[in-house]
């Protein structure tokens, strides 16, 4: 099965740094998958890491680590629309992906 | 595309009677989702099909609960008799549903459909 660990809640501050982990438990692994889901919106896709390192997108960084079984999202100058949760996920198989319960992070001014 | 579509957006129903939701995926894309969102138990893979045909329905949490994808456009989950319990948001996904250990299915989702069963 899938074992998915990511914090309940963040807060960070307007134009910040911040680093959201995930650390994982599988019987298999193909790749790592970042969404963000606003509040009453569906999930939208942000980043996948299947090979180890860092992949950067403008803002967001993600990085995988396989051997750890860990991975990180970090958000740069963190704006207020910035304010969602995030959803870590894995895939382990064809097409199944197993999300974790999502970070709820809260960017204050 | 018009992207993923589900309806309807909200459904509020009386225990004990039958809810159908409904998805159409992304014109092209192989895979369907559907999946259930509550604050406990977060989101929540129920069944998926490739091409149409059911891969996995391990998530379906009973007999209760059926699905189904008669063509490549359209989909149903159904709940029969619906309880309490089932209150949350339902979400349909499609991807691509490309082949390899590189391929980066990624997932679209729908607005979802928030059912309150009373």
């Known amino acids: 099965g899938q074992n998915i660990d990511q914090p309940t809640e963040m807060t960070a501050t307007e134009g910040a740094i911040v680093q959201i982990n995930c650390t994982y438990q599988t019987s298999g692994f193909n790749g790592l998958f970042w969404y963000q889901q606003h509040a009453g919106e569906a999930p939208t896709f942000l980043s996948y890491n299947v090979l180890d390192g860092l992949e950067e997108k403008g803002r967001f960084s993600s990085f995988l680590s396989r051997s750890k079984g860990y991975s990180y999202l970090l958000l740069k100058e963190l704006q207020m629309k910035d304010s969602a949760s995030y959803l870590c996920?894995?895939?382990?198989?064809?097409?199944?992906?197993?999300f974790g319960i999502g970070t709820k992070l809260q960017v204050i001014p | 595309d018009a992207g993923v579509i589900q309806s309807p957006r909200h459904e509020v129903t009386e225990m004990g009677q039958e809810v159908t939701l409904r998805c159409k995926p992304i014109s092209g894309h192989n895979s369907l989702f559907w999946y259930r969102q509550t604050m406990m138990r977060g989101l929540e893979l129920l069944i998926y099909f490739n091409n149409n045909v059911p891969i996995d329905d391990s998530g379906m949490p009973e007999d209760r609960f059926s699905a189904k994808m008669p063509n490549a456009s359209f989909s149903t989950l159904k709940i029969q008799p619906s309880e309490p319990r089932d209150s949350a948001v339902y979400f349909c996904a499609s991807s691509q549903g490309l082949a390899g250990v590189l391929a980066k299915n990624i997932q679209y989702f729908g607005a979802g459909t928030r059912l309150s069963v009373l």
């Open positions: 996920a894995v895939t382990g198989g064809y097409q199944k992906v197993t």
